[in-house]
């Protein structure tokens, strides 16, 4: 069965990069929709966008200016960019496979453990 | 943006106990719902997606429904691996979104 592993430093500092890596192991890359989602510490889940490896991509409007996602087939995984970071995205970040059906129904599954990223001076 | 209102936000039940939990849509989804479990310091889990459709290997304990905007997820009997956190989510619009979550606690 296909899991997801994500990677990547736990402490930021205001105004740096967050860069995540989700590696995926037990199924291909390939022909799937991947994202993002993430929670902030005892709060709800908000959706940070997927891309699939042929090239779509589709972002959160609130964090689209400041947000970068890619594939890497080759080595399984997919990444994440989220520059000039506060406070407020402070967060468990999950990386997820996004599914589709035939009438279009979609849903996230399975997700990663998820990697806490704290933003802090 | 479609939002998504899920009520209560916390209940308390018994092992045993049938629990139902709403979420209600700002505009007609159809049946592009979803409903996600997570157990504290763990990961959502897909439960149910299309409304209604029991994810493999989800017991059969767990049932989503919708009538217009309203959707319900049922535990029909409450077990000591279910308490935690339910979210519902809407797939209708390319921007999802989640319900608030609903705590299900120890009575």
């Known amino acids: 069965q296909v899991q997801l592993q994500e990677s990547g430093p736990g402490l930021l500092k205001p105004s740096e990069t967050l860069s995540l890596t989700c590696t995926v192991s037990?199924?291909?890359?390939?022909?799937?929709?991947w994202g993002w989602i993430r929670q902030p510490p005892g709060k709800g889940l908000d959706w940070i966008g997927y891309?699939?490896?042929?090239?779509?991509?589709y972002y959160n409007p609130s964090l689209k200016s400041r947000v970068t996602m890619s594939v890497d087939t080759s080595e399984s995984q997919f990444s994440l960019k989220l520059t000039s970071v506060t406070a407020a995205d402070t967060a468990v970040y999950y990386c997820?496979?996004?599914?589709?059906?035939?009438?279009?129904?979609?849903?996230?599954?399975?997700w990663g453990q998820g990697t806490l990223v704290v933003v802090s001076s | 943006d479609i939002q998504m209102t899920q009520s209560p936000s916390s209940l308390s039940a018994a092992v045993g106990d049938r629990v139902t939990i709403t979420c209600r849509a700002s505009q007609d989804i159809a049946t592009y719902l979803n409903w996600y479990q997570q157990r504290p310091g763990e990961a959502p889990k897909l439960l149910i997606y299309?409304?209604?459709s029991l994810q493999s290997g989800v017991p059969s304990r767990f049932s989503g429904s919708v009538s217009g905007r309203d959707f319900t997820l049922t535990i029909s009997s409450l077990q000591p691996e279910d308490f935690g956190a339910y979210y519902c989510?809407?797939?209708?619009?390319?921007?999802?979104?989640f319900g608030g979550g609903t705590t299900v606690e120890v009575k």
């Open positions: 989510q809407q797939s209708q619009s390319s921007l999802p979104t």
């Open positions: 997820v496979r996004h599914n589709f059906d035939n009438r279009g129904h979609n849903w996230f599954d399975p």
């Open positions: 037990g199924g291909s890359i390939s022909s799937y929709y």
């Open positions: 891309i699939k490896h042929s090239g779509n991509i």
């Open positions: 299309a409304a209604s």
